[in-house]
């Protein structure tokens, strides 16, 4: 069965920083390109950062670049969000997502709220 089991939200004060985590099974991690994504209240979801199977080529929304970094770890099964010098408009449910031809997996999100 396929799980992808998004932790590390919660809330942080503008200019700090998380590092969220999303832990994979039931497919094989190493194959699949993976995705951060957030949804705001009342916004559509958005692509925040994608990096490839092995690793090598990242993208970031212009909003987030120079503060989040993606990265992965194909042997812990596992891509990790780190977001540095948060603002009040990161505040969002953040989701992983899989994805490999027509095979496309979620998380179910995990809350980051950032506010003083």
């Known amino acids: ?26 497919f094989t991690f190493s194959l699949y390109e993976m995705t951060w994504y957030r949804q705001a209240p009342g ?40 977001m540095n010098s948060l603002k009040a408009e990161d505040t969002a449910v953040y989701y992983c997502r899989g994805r490999r031809y027509e095979y496309d997996y979620w998380g179910q999100g995990t809350q980051v709220t950032v506010s003083s």
């Open 43 to 82: 916004k559509e979801r958005e692509l925040v950062a994608t990096i490839t199977t092995a690793g090598r080529t990242t993208n970031y929304a212009d909003s987030v670049k120079g503060r989040f970094t993606i990265s992965r770890d194909n042997a812990k099964n596992t891509v990790y969000l780190q």
């Open 1 to 26: 069965q396929v799980h992808l089991v998004e932790s590390g939200g919660g809330l942080v004060q503008p200019g700090g920083s998380l590092r969220l985590s999303c832990a994979a099974s039931g």
